[in-house]
């Protein structure tokens, strides 16, 4: 299990906590940063306005003084209040300090300050430092526009610093919060994500080996639960599809062994059986016979079946279906009338649908053989061909066993049989109906079963009706 849920390198969950990694990173240091400089900003444009202030009105008073000296630089700083300052120093033209009043501050001033300050420009330094806001500035003297000095002026905020490194320190504090809780959510999520993707993998291994009756289990309603549930229905419709195809070759192998068995069986009693009379012969020679057009039918029905589930691409053309029923009962009219079962026809003309002519014949000669194959003596089949504006409709009807209703669901498999023991005698191989279904299908129609009341069963087969552009006609 520990190798399962182990991170590799490139492996999804790798990849998964590489990005939240990054993601939480970047939006770490946005937390760390942008509140502490904002707050350090703050501080320094409020510290420059108060210095700008406050070293104007002192400038201009110094600079009212006939002779600034020690005595009447302090009545001004007396006079002026001025409070709060670690070092406040007053430099004549020269750079030479004529006032210098330090409240224990080491500050060194820097020479190239006081040479722009002496120049007419004012210079503001702030930084935040261990021990607070160290804030300094220096300003131009002038008396009547001649510069006759430069005031220094320089403060220790220690309790601002303090403030903004508290912040810094909860905000620090906070991150390390909502770092280790969003791991530890992310971890757990990230868990349930890879296990149902991991589930997933193992379900199509175990599919991709065969086994078509493997279920995924899911939950949720997310959308990997949502896929889990899509993989469970393509499983179960490839299940359906195996049991259908092991069934399809059962089946074709049992119908295809009864014949093979019986013309082995008869050929095997005339090798066998040296005296045996002509006209016995002629009987088991025509039996042989006999089985092999059943299996020549079966092998071409099987075909046909083959060539609708290729989906070979075939080009449609206009089809008179009145035309190819017509053609399909001079074949019929014999087998009807070896069974006593009358036909009787209503085929409107004009009725023209986009298909081929193999597959309306294959769709019409199977629904009216099997209409008289399991019909009663003296019974009838009744075949109605009509058209609308947008559809045209052929019916067969027949005066037969029928079909059960619980039953009509069923017919259009392959090899089924309502009746097994009688469609054997009738010489059926149970997969007239499914080409007649697949056909249908295959040219955009539609086919129903019902009963004819009292007796005997009801196919109709509807088909889209062509445009005049579409047929040419």
């Known amino acids: 299990m520990q190798t399962k849920w182990k991170i590799r390198p490139g492996s999804l969950r790798f990849q998964l906590f590489s990005f939240l990694g990054a993601l939480l990173l970047i939006l770490l240091l946005l937390l760390n940063i942008y509140p502490y400089v904002s707050a350090r900003d703050a501080v320094y444009q409020e510290k420059h306005r108060a210095m700008q202030s406050q070293g104007s009105t002192l400038s201009s008073a110094i600079a009212g003084l006939d ?5 009447s630089i302090s009545e001004i700083l007396r006079l002026l209040d001025m409070q709060g300052y670690d070092r406040l120093t007053v430099y004549d033209v020269s750079g030479m300090q004529v006032y210098d009043h330090r409240e224990g501050g080491t500050q060194s001033i820097s020479g190239e300050d006081i040479g722009l300050a002496l120049s007419g420009k004012t210079v503001f330094r702030s930084a935040l430092k261990e021990d607070g806001f160290s ?8 008396t009547k526009g001649v510069i006759t000095g430069a005031l220094y002026l320089h403060e220790t905020d220690a309790e601002r610093g303090k403030i903004i490194s508290d912040l810094q320190n909860q905000i620090r504090t906070v991150s390390i919060v909502i770092t280790v809780a969003t791991l530890a959510v992310a971890g757990l999520y990230l868990s349930v994500v890879i296990h149902k993707l991991q589930s997933l993998s193992d379900s199509m291994r175990i599919v991709a080996g065969g086994d078509y009756s493997h279920r995924m289990v899911t939950w949720g309603k997310d959308e990997l639960s949502e896929l889990g549930n899509e993989f469970n229905m393509l499983t179960e419709r490839l299940d359906d599809t195996e049991r259908q195809r092991r069934r399809f070759v059962s089946d074709a192998s049992h119908e295809l062994k009864t014949p093979l068995a019986s013309i082995r069986l008869l050929s095997d009693s005339i090798v066998q059986n040296e005296g045996m009379d002509m006209e016995t012969v002629r009987e088991f020679v025509n039996d042989i016979g006999s089985e092999a057009e059943r299996l020549q039918r079966t092998t071409e029905k099987l075909l046909d079946l083959s060539r609708l589930d290729d989906d070979v691409h075939v080009m449609p ?7 190819v029923a017509v053609d399909a009962l001079v074949l019929l009219r014999p087998l009807a009338d070896e069974r006593n079962v009358r036909i009787r026809c209503e085929l409107e003309e004009g009725c023209v649908i986009m298909a081929t002519v193999d597959d309306v014949f294959h769709i019409i000669f199977n629904l009216m053989e099997n ?9 009838s089949v009744h075949l109605e061909l009509h058209g609308t504006e947008d559809e045209v409709q052929f019916t067969v009807t027949d005066t037969g066993i029928g079909i059960p209703e619980n039953e009509s669901y069923n017919i259009f498999g392959r090899f089924y049989r309502v009746d097994k ?8 191989s149970g997969l007239g109906l499914s080409i007649v279904h697949d056909a249908v299908k295959a040219h955009g129609g539609s086919i129903i079963v019902g009963q004819n009341k009292p007796q005997g069963s009801v196919f109709s087969v509807t088909f889209p009706r062509p445009s005049a552009d579409e047929t040419g006609i």
């Not at 002779?67 to 005595?71: G, L, N, Q, S, V």
């Not at 053309?317 to 035309?323: A, I, L, S």
């Open 67 to 71: 002779r600034p000296d020690r005595e």
């Open 135 to 142: 804030t300094s500035y220096i300003i131009p003297v002038s």
């Open 317 to 323: 053309e206009p089809v008179d279906v009145k035309q």
């Open 371 to 379: 209409a008289i194959k399991y019909n009663v003596p003296e019974g």
């Open 421 to 428: 023991a009688r469609s054997r005698e009738a010489g059926g």
